[in-house]
């Protein structure tokens, strides 16, 4: 319907097709906005909402509390099956979001049409339209915004550098830590999708797709961290299931 709207407003440019697409745009403009600030929520240190610093860096949280102290990355695993139970969760969004997106070229198409709108009205002394719904998507917030969709899987690179970026800045923290945990998680999820008795013991078959996004979400989180990725011969984690299963 979007889609119908903004085309009648760009072939046909008066007042009335142009106030419809625009109402029609608005809270889906708004929908991305939120979007992209649970991304950066995520990973960033700093989320930027209304001028105001709030600091946000859950998956960067999660992955301390799993690789750092004396427990080994298998102790951690067994012992605090709640934050693994988060981060896996947290995977398996990233996967469906960027799934979705891809499959849905309109939020590109929508934005860039607001951002046209935008233009215009910054440019031009009339003021046709009423933008005051959504003033707080300022014009450096919508650059940054245009920036993260243009990504093919948005979500799952800015969940691949927040990764990066903790084994960086956590030098105290041994690497083979981080690169263990995400390869012994992988190995779970491998071990359940090999067993059909279990997945007998499934009610649903999106459980078993649950598995299957978590498992290959580590395998790219592993991929970014280790230092020679996780498809050479010493990789601890089996590409080769990953690759012709």
Known sequence: ??????????????GEYQQRAWQAVIPLVSKLKRFYEFSMELAHNHLYNYN???TENVVPKILFQLCSGPLTPTQH????QALVKQ???TLEFVLKFDEHKMKTPAIQNDFSYYRRTMTRQRMSSQDGL?????????NELANRMSLFYAHATPMLK???EATTHFVAENADIPIENTTETLSTMAKVCLRMLENPNLIAQFQREETQLFVLRV???LVILYDHVHPHGAFVKA????VSWYTFS
Not at 77 to 80: T, V
């Open 235 to 238: 990789s601890n984690v089996d």
């Open 77 to 80: 695993l067994e012992n605090q």
């Open 215 to 217: 498992m290959v979400g």
């Open 52 to 54: 105001i610093i709030v």
């Open 130 to 138: 009423l933008l005051t719904d959504t003033r707080e998507v300022t």
């Open 87 to 89: 981060l896996a969760e």
């Open 158 to 160: 800015v969940l691949s």
């Open 1 to 14: 319907m979007t889609v119908l709207m903004i085309t009648d407003a760009i072939s046909t440019p008066t």
